[in-house]
């Protein structure tokens, strides 16, 4: 596997991004449905099913037209800029679970959450293809995976931890201060959105700069 300081700048942002978010949101992940049962007016595990399910449904349905709507547009930078609204979007459904008391709000919670995703997803996906170094696509798809799987799971056992000693609001708002953290972090990735794709390829007279060292 090539060491991190040889993947190009924007996979390597695109990689501690995704890092930050997805380890911001192990952290309630395991604990959601505890929650939900312990904060929420008639919540309990059927709730928590259809909570998921509500998340599930909106981005199987909404990912498609988004995902197609794009692919329609020359260029990364509508791309880049449904990245980064659904990553914000995403950010703050924690925060705004603070406020939830009724499972119509876990609801509500949930498809935004899925429309954030919706958002997000398909791009990150796009746009970590198109800038894997040539001759190192399943090293780097896999460099990503390990790493965020790493911080996944060191954030699962945290986050029990948290809920226990300090609550779920801790849990909460140190998720989305977290995911915001990531999200915000995608910007720096505009300069190096490419104006014109052909055939899913960028079309830019360089190469991604490298970063060497550390």
């Known amino acids: ?12 942002i695109l990689i501690y991004s995704d890092l930050i978010i997805v380890t911001a949101f192990a952290l309630y992940g395991p604990i959601f449905a505890i929650f939900i049962s312990q904060q929420i007016e ?5 709730v928590a099913g259809m909570a998921a399910a509500v998340y599930w449904v909106t981005r199987a349905i909404v990912q498609l037209p988004i995902s197609r709507y794009l692919d329609r547009h020359d260029g990364e930078r509508d791309d880049f800029w449904a990245l980064v609204l659904g990553s914000i979007l995403v950010s703050a459904v924690p925060f ?6 009724a499972p119509e709000h876990v609801y509500m ?3 935004l959450y899925g429309l954030g995703d919706s958002l997000a997803v398909p791009t990150y ?4 293809g198109r800038h894997v170094d040539k001759g190192h696509s399943s090293g780097e798809w896999g ?6 799987g790493i911080g996944a799971a060191l954030a699962g056992a945290l986050g029990g931890l948290l809920a226990d000693k300090f609550g779920f609001p801790a849990v909460l708002v140190t ?5 915001f953290v990531g999200s915000f972090m995608l910007l720096m990735l505009y300069g190096f959105m490419s104006p014109r794709t052909k055939g899913g390829h ?8 490298k970063e060497h060292g550390h």
């Open 1 to 12: 596997m090539r060491h991190m300081g040889k993947v190009n700048r924007v996979v390597k």
């Open 42 to 46: 008639g919540g309990g595990v059927q």
């Open 96 to 101: 705004l679970y603070l406020f939830a008391r």
């Open 109 to 111: 919670l949930q498809f």
């Open 125 to 128: 996906l796009a746009v970590f």
């Open 143 to 148: 460099l990503r995976s390990t790493v965020v």
């Open 175 to 179: 998720t989305s201060i977290l995911s």
């Open 202 to 209: 960028m079309m830019r007279a360089h190469p991604p700069m």
